[in-house]
């Protein structure tokens, strides 16, 4: 499965893996019951690759487009990236597939505790409409990813405090029982 960990608190540079000694990891079924999913795909096919069709077919994932993140390749770099590392949230899920290269999302648990996902080439990840959570680059500084979309993209985020909006009370109320 996908590794996955609980934060320090820290304030050192984003990029490191911000680990607690001792390291206190996050199973992929506690990932699950946070409304995380993930899938582990052979990134060197993704053109052609009929287990990311099925995917995206079955879940109707509609729309894709890639974007690497590299301070030469990506347009406003250093703001973008500052952007994604908002604790924010969105009223869409946020799906995404590691083409190259490594990445952490951060996602917080219902005790408001952050967990962070390290996503490798190869890891495809939805993270819940509603869920904060921010991204970051790590030591490597450097990624390609597919951003996938149900329809016709919607990219706003909102930053936190974003507690008043419905999706988000859905997402809280979706964890109760879970
Ligand atoms: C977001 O909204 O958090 C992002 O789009 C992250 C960067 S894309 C890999
Ligand atoms: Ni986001």
Do not use: C
């Not at 990134?43 to 894709?64: F, N």
């Not at 991204?135 to 597919?146: H, I, P, S, V």
């Amino acid at each position: 499965g996908i590794e996955a960990w609980y934060m320090d608190s820290s304030e050192e540079d984003q990029r490191k893996p911000h680990k607690l000694s001792p390291p206190r990891p996050v199973s992929p079924e506690q990932l699950q019951a946070l409304g995380v999913f993930h899938w582990k795909l052979n990134a060197d096919i993704y053109e052609t690759d009929p287990e990311l069709e099925q995917i995206r077919k079955s879940r109707g994932y509609s729309y894709m487009d890639i974007i690497t993140i590299h301070k030469d390749k990506l347009p406003n770099y250093e703001d973008k990236l500052k952007m994604f590392y908002e604790e924010h949230l969105h009223l869409d899920d946020e799906i995404r597939y590691i083409l190259e290269g490594r990445a952490y999302f951060d996602i917080r648990d219902r005790e408001d505790r952050w967990i962070r996902i390290a996503m490798t080439t190869g890891d495809l990840i939805t993270l819940p409409a509603g869920i904060y959570h921010r991204f970051t680059l790590d030591e490597t500084n450097y990624a390609k990813a597919m951003r996938l979309f149900v329809g016709e993209p919607v990219w706003k985020s909102y930053n936190r405090p974003a507690d008043d909006f419905q999706i988000r009370q859905q997402y809280v109320a979706s964890l109760q029982g879970s």
